[in-house]
């Protein structure tokens, strides 16, 4: 309900003045590691010295033009050449709408290749961001299209929350799938409404996933879904190099470390950039406690 709220609001002008003032861009800080690539190296060097892997994801989403969705992809190509050049474990996450999905699909995918083939070379991956259900069927095919241009080097995050992640999962079984629950408001003809629906539904997944998926991500900060994937991993006799846990920067560092410790491949999320609005309403909306940070922060401010 707070979280329908929360992303109902946030495009209004007035929310998005206050959440970008001072307060709301040290709420940001605390899921964000900074606003260029530089910063995002430098959490990325720390954590890859911690043993964890990382997933960089340079800010951006819903392009208008050409010029932008080049100018989002050279961020990302230097991301991956000073990734490779340094030798750190990580690959980068992008967003189509950032690449030009919106402008035109062929300029989107043209970008994205360029990537895919850049991030391959250095014998590293990409993995598409899942953004709402309007772009669902051409982030699929996308990847589709890329797994068959460089096999297994393009991944895709799917969405539990939605009815046709089951169908999409069976023609993606093949390729690196990362399973979120979903952080976007989708219509109830789209996606279950009650997050107990969404919660099952990425357990069915997840077991499918780690019976016959070809390297599952499994994306979460809920404990008893990562419990259950251990489980089902021992179960079914998975390698715990075949599989991996993703969680965001900055949230669940606890389990992060645990999961770490105990053996498994963990890759952080590390968000860096100046567009990090939508990111931050979308953290705000999944835990809404985390708007007591940001009011704590406006009343000291
Ligand atoms: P859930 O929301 O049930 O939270 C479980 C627990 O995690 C909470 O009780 C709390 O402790 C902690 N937690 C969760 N969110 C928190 C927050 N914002 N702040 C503090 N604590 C929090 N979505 C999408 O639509 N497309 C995508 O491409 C991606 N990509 C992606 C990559 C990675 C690596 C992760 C981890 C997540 C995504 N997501 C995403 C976001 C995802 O869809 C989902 O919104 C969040 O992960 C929150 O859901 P949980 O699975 O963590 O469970």
């Excluded at 990302?76 to 699909?105: F, H, S």
């Excluded at 939605?162 to 789209?190: C, F, M, N, W």
């Excluded at 965001?248 to 606890?254: S, V």
Aim: aromatic share 8%.
């Amino acid at each position: 309900m707070l979280r329908n709220l929360i992303l109902g609001v946030a495009g209004r002008p007035i929310v998005r003045r206050m959440a970008t003032s001072g307060p709301g861009r040290a709420v940001a800080l605390r899921f964000v590691a900074g606003e260029n690539l530089d910063q995002g190296l430098a959490v990325t060097r720390a954590l890859c010295a911690e043993g964890f892997s990382v997933a960089l994801d340079h800010l951006g989403e819903n392009v208008t033009s050409a010029d932008a969705a080049d100018a989002a992809a050279a961020v990302y190509r230097e991301a991956i050449e000073r990734v490779a050049a340094e030798g750190l474990n990580a690959t980068v996450t992008l967003k189509p709408t950032q690449m030009g999905l919106d402008v035109d699909a062929g300029l989107a995918h043209a970008n994205v290749s360029k990537l895919c083939a850049a991030a391959a070379a250095h014998g590293s991956s990409l993995t598409l961001d899942m953004e709402d259900h309007r772009y669902t069927d051409r982030t699929v095919e996308m990847c589709l299209r890329l797994d068959g241009e460089f096999g297994g080097r393009a991944g895709i995050a799917l969405q539990s929350a939605l009815y046709r992640t089951p169908a999409d999962l069976d023609r993606l079984i093949s390729v690196p799938v990362r399973l979120v629950k979903g952080a976007y408001k989708e219509p109830p003809e789209i996606g279950y409404p009650r997050k107990v629906d969404v919660d099952r539904a990425y357990a069915q997944m997840l077991a499918r996933l780690l019976r016959e998926g070809f390297y599952p991500m499994i994306a979460t900060h809920d404990e008893r879904l990562v419990r259950y994937a251990l489980r089902l991993a021992r179960q079914s006799g998975r390698a715990s190099d075949t599989f991996e846990f993703q969680m965001l920067y900055g949230i669940r560092r606890d389990l992060q470390r645990r999961l770490l410790d105990g053996g498994s491949r963990v890759r952080v999320y590390v968000p860096f950039g100046s567009d990090w609005y939508p990111y931050l309403i979308r953290r705000l909306a999944e835990r809404p406690a985390n708007i007591g940070f940001f009011l704590s922060a406006l009343i000291r401010s």
